[in-house]
Nanobody, 125 residues
Framework: VQLQASGGGLVQAGDSLRLSCVAS????????MGWFRQAPGKGRDFVAA????????HYADSVKGRFTVSRDNAKNTVYLQMNSLKPEDTAIYYC???????????????????WGQGTQVTVSS
């Protein structure tokens, strides 16, 4: 399967963006999906995860209440709606698929075995 993330850009603090991640090649609807981000000089941090059905979600404390993860299995797409963006949200955002662990909403990068190429989000103050 391949994951293609898009929707990043340059915005001002307080603005919104919606990231999309389209999957191809396998049974997308069977897998938990996650979003991670990596700021310059830092490690890859968990942002949000969603179960295969979309019924369960999990967020990092830093984005809770501002970001919303969702999925449309008919379109093989997972979304990350980002509101009230802050400069500290600036990072490359990656989507990932967990095809092996069986966990509902994994929050560690090590559980995800398939990764998209990343999309840059830059938030100016």
């Amino acid at each position: 399967v391949q994951l293609q993330a898009s929707g990043g850009g340059l915005v001002q603090a307080g603005d919104s963006l919606r990231l999309s991640c389209v999957a191809s090649g396998r049974t997308f609807s069977s897998y938990a999906m996650g979003w991670f981000r990596q700021a310059p000089g830092k490690g890859r941090d968990f942002v949000a995860a969603i179960s295969w059905s979309g019924e369960t979600t999990h967020y990092a404390d830093s984005v809770k209440g501002r970001f919303t993860v969702s999925r449309d299995n008919a379109k093989n797409t997972v979304y990350l709606q980002m509101n009230s963006l802050k400069p500290e949200d600036t990072a490359i955002y990656y989507c990932a698929a967990d095809t092996t662990s069986g966990l509902t909403t994994p929050n560690k990068a090590s559980f995800y075995d398939l990764w998209g190429q990343g999309t840059q989000v830059t938030v100016s103050s």
